[in-house]
């Protein structure tokens, strides 16, 4: 019987349709054929929230109980996912600012050794840093477990809404193979408390 991993995917981007969301869809697909493919199944129960949809709900907003139910509600997964995947358009050399907002609402507290796979989509190759510059160090204060790689894509390597880069797709699997002994420790854990980070402990002993 193979165990579920409450996911939760997060688009930054302020666009429909978006190159983010592709490259997110593409790390979705095959992480989820590769942990239904290990020794002990492993399925992805996934909720998707796009930046784009909250912009009215979130952009005038400072504080959490100012927020609408809708904004709320996708604040709620957030902050309890088992599992998070994060995927930010980069734009001059930074992450949109809204998506920063909408994890300035996020509770200090509650992703605490929260699994987060990283993802960014920019118009060049040297925007590849704000994932470690940036993205990694916002995770980070969350205290957060930041996966060891995270992914980075052009326009060269989405085209049509669909991944095109032969390089790409073997980073892409590259991620995916350093995910999954995470994601599989976490899903199998019994213990209730900082599940991530006791999946991890327990595997490393």
């Known amino acids: 019987m193979s165990r579920i991993l409450k996911t939760v995917i997060v688009n930054g981007s302020l666009g429909k349709p978006s190159r983010t969301r592709s ?57 309890t996912a088992d599992f998070l995947i994060v995927g930010s358009p980069v734009f001059r050399g930074s992450l949109p600012g809204l998506l920063k907002h909408l994890f300035d609402l996020v509770d200090q507290h509650a992703l605490q050794g929260t699994p987060v796979l990283l993802a960014a989509t920019g118009g060049s190759p040297r925007h590849s840093l704000v994932l470690d510059h940036q993205l990694r160090p916002l995770f980070g204060f969350f205290w957060a477990l930041t996966l060891p790689i995270g992914v980075y894509a052009t326009p060269e390597d989405i085209q049509g809404g669909v991944v095109v880069s032969e390089a790409l797709h073997k980073h892409i699997a590259l991620a995916v193979s350093l995910a999954v002994p995470v994601l599989s420790a976490l899903a199998h854990s019994q213990r209730s408390s900082q599940p991530a980070l006791h999946a991890l402990e327990r595997q490393a002993a």
């Open 23 to 79: 490259l997110l869809d593409s790390l979705h697909l095959q992480l989820g054929q590769a942990l239904g493919q290990s020794a002990q199944a492993v399925r992805l129960d996934v909720r998707h929230i796009d930046l784009v949809d909250l912009v009215a709900d979130i952009g005038p907003v400072l504080y959490k109980d100012a927020l609408s139910a809708a904004a709320r509600d996708a604040l709620e997964a957030i902050e």
